[in-house]
């Protein structure tokens, strides 16, 4: 247990479906980060959040849409995805830009 | 050429051998992270380091700063201990962006 909480574990969803993935901290952290892990490629950053604003959109795909409502909990809203997509989505939190990243489990979604 | 490189990519070793996996990056850091990732997919932060060496039970972690390189040593390695380890530099920018390596994927063997 990381106190970093992610929500669902496994997502299975068509090219024209909405879904969303959810991410909660119980750390008291002050940032929020979503990573995409593909096959065989490094983590990427696509959202980093700092009290609750964004402050990072790596070239994300509008297709990807991030929420934060507030300092414990981060989402990823997902809409006419494409195959590619599929990967390993994780949420990480840390106090501060210079510390300890602390993970969660990860979403697992495969787009069909 | 990746901004953070690792060696070996895979491992395969006996258990109880000792072993190295090693980093190197191109740009200037603030800190270095290795990271243990299970087949699961979940990731645990083993060090954040940005000067010598530190250790934790049989896990040691080094950076030379001036070579830009880091190396992970596992003591006495148990086949609990197979996962993929990842470097990560944490760069100096305007919000300390993190960038990792690709993974070195290590098994072993009872």
């Known amino acids: 247990e990381t106190g970093v909480t992610q929500t669902p574990r496994h997502l299975v969803m068509g090219m024209t479906n909405k879904k969303s993935l959810k991410c909660e901290q119980h750390?008291?952290?002050?940032?929020m980060y979503w990573y995409k892990q593909s096959a065989k490629k490094p983590l990427e950053l696509m959202f980093v959040?700092?009290?609750?604003?964004?402050?990072e959109n790596n070239s994300v795909p509008s297709r990807f849409s991030p929420e934060c409502p507030n300092s414990s909990h981060l989402f990823l809203h997902l809409h006419t995805l494409q195959p590619e997509d599929s990967a390993l989505y994780l949420c990480a939190s840390s106090q501060d830009w210079s510390r300890e990243l602390f993970f969660g489990e990860g979403s697992r979604l495969t787009v069909l | 050429k990746n901004e953070v490189e690792q060696s070996p990519q895979n491992l395969t070793a006996q258990e109880g051998e000792f072993i190295t996996i090693n980093c190197s990056y191109s740009v200037g850091i603030s800190a270095l992270h290795w990271l243990q990732q299970h087949p699961g997919g979940g990731i645990v932060s083993l060090f954040m380091?940005?000067?010598g060496k530190k250790k934790h039970g049989r896990l040691i972690a080094t950076i030379n700063i001036q070579e830009k390189h880091s190396s992970l040593h596992i003591t006495a390695s148990h086949p609990r201990d197979s996962a993929v380890y990842i470097c990560a530099a944490r760069r100096v920018t305007s919000y300390d962006k993190v960038i990792f390596g690709p993974g070195t994927s290590l098994s072993v063997i009872p």
């Open positions: 750390l008291g952290h002050n940032a």
């Open positions: 380091l940005s000067s």
């Open positions: 959040y700092s009290l609750e604003e964004r402050v």
